[in-house]
């Protein structure tokens, strides 16, 4: 192999890398999005949303119309939201996609397996009417119900129960009839409004909650005992409170509480531990309004058992928990600055202290709204994604490892990650280097770090790159039929002093490239010409610049930001 001209390795990108993570965008006509997702039981995933659809006019064949209104109501009613599901196998490919055609527009917000693998999906019409939707194992409408008052109601959580039955959360306005009775209509400007149906889809019962102030219903969690404790929202003026609420299995209140903050609290997940205590998952904004992440975990007895607030460097928030088998949680949710929002993805161990956090997305707006624990403790999320020359929003599904990567589409990636820790055991274990489970390598030792501008190798990171070279090449040519590329990433910290952003980034650029070339060459050269001629077909460099610098504690190392990591991308055909 020619040596590589610096031209060429420059425009080298880490697009190889992107076909094999499985991160799936589904690109509808105009705005699309998807609110949650689960497993199938054929190991598939499922994720409901909804995308927007196009009726044909009733009065196509006229010229005029008749009247304003008749054209009002014609117009109002043309376009508009409707429930969307998509299946993916294990390679991210679309199985299922399937909108339901309701005569009246609406968006899904939550689904629950039915033991015969089909679904219950919940959401509102877009005039606030609730509806229950039962589908089979090929998202056939079985049913489909319409509940709620004469006021305008949203969805906000379907849950299960473990009677086989689900419990709509949702927010019910008040009634302006004034011959509704109070009480029955509602005590406030909004509330929070609950119904439970039956395994077979049949109404048990229908109530609402609330104070004189707007209180929202957010989600719900069964306990051990039956009874159901309910996640909502309070606001008073201009502060917004949280709510819990512990309910009978018929609805009666057995207690409230009520926690207020100097600042606004915005919840939006709540879960029964294996401990069965609670988990809550709200946003709460600090003294320079931005928002923060804040847990509360507390019992049946609404004893507070730990409220702890997880500092960010930008306003974050988790929209969706789940709790491990060792007890450990994983969230999903979003991350702003000044310019855009990511997706935001944390691991935390059972007291809530930080594993590993990580963002993703683009130029514009990405959230992940929902997540599910899947069989082999891989998690899937689903969300909205927006493209950089696009303004409309797309669904968006991926599929995570438990340290934030991003899983590989491959289900040979989780054989191939385990030979690596043993193959590399001796040189994990003396703190040399990490591997993650989507098959990162990173150096971490600190005479394998690049000093600050520097580029070159010394003889000790030459030294080990002939051990570690020879060990990783062995094991990617006995694999060579599911590799596709060896990937070798140049890393920076964000430092260079006396010049502006501009320069600050394209110097890092160009320092990044240099690092992965000066890698990437001296391996290449150690090699046989039969290895150099098969290397050639998989190895690829690039330069990240300080994108991914490392972050402990939200504050940048930047010793050790300035290295090199190698990834291994599976092939597709597997």
Known sequence: MKKIPLLLFILLSTLAANKADFSLIIDKPFNDALFDITQDYDRQISAVGYSKDFKESKYKNST??????????????????????????SAADITLSKIQNLPRFNEAVSVIKTPSNGYY????????????????????????????????DTMHHLVALRDGGVLAVGTS????????????????????????????????????????????????AEAIDGSLVVLGSTKKNTDKNLTLMRITEDGD????????????????????????????SMSQTNEVEKEQIRFIKFDLQKNILLDKEIATAYASGLKDIEEFSDSSIFAVGYVQDTYNTDALVMHLDSNLNLLCQEHYGGENFDMLNALDILHDSKIAAAGIHTSPDSQ???????????????????????????????????????GKLSIREDLRIE???????????????????????????????QFLKANESYVDTLEINGHTSSEWSGVNFTDNYLNNSKLSMNRAYATLSYIFKQQSMQTKIWLSSIIKGSGLSYSKKVMIDNKEDKEKSRRVSFKIILGEKL
């Open 173 to 220: 306005n008040t009634t302006r009839d004034s011959s509704d009775k109070l009480f029955q209509t509602g005590l406030g400007l909004s509330d929070i409004y609950l119904s439970r149906f039956s395994k077979n889809g049949d109404m048990l019962w229908s109530k609402k909650y609330g104070t004189h102030n707007d209180d929202i219903g957010i989600d719900a």
């Open 443 to 473: 150096f971490r030792a600190e005479d394998l770090y690049f000093n600050v501008a520097e580029y070159k190798l010394t003889s000790i990171q030459e030294k080990f790159l002939n051990i570690f070279s020879a060990k990783l090449l």
């Open 121 to 152: 999906i919940g959401g509102h019409s877009v005039d606030g009417s609730l509806m229950l939707l039962k589908l089979d194992s090929n998202a056939n409408t079985l049913f489909t119900k319409e509940f709620g008052t004469k006021n305008y």
């Open 392 to 430: 409309e929003s797309n669904m968006w599904i991926m599929k995570l490892n438990q340290d934030c990567s991003i899983a590989q589409k491959s289900i040979k990636s989780n054989t191939l990650y385990n030979q690596l820790l043993t193959l590399f055991k001796h040189e994990i274990e003396t």
């Open 64 to 89: 005029t119309y008749t009247n304003a209104f008749d054209y009002l109501e014609d117009a109002h009613n043309l376009h508009g939201a409707q429930i969307h599901l998509t299946k993916l196998n």
């Open 253 to 280: 209140k057995i207690w409230t509480q009520e926690i207020q903050s100097d600042q606004a609290i915005l919840p939006h997940k709540i879960i029964r531990l294996r401990d069965n205590s609670f988990l809550v």
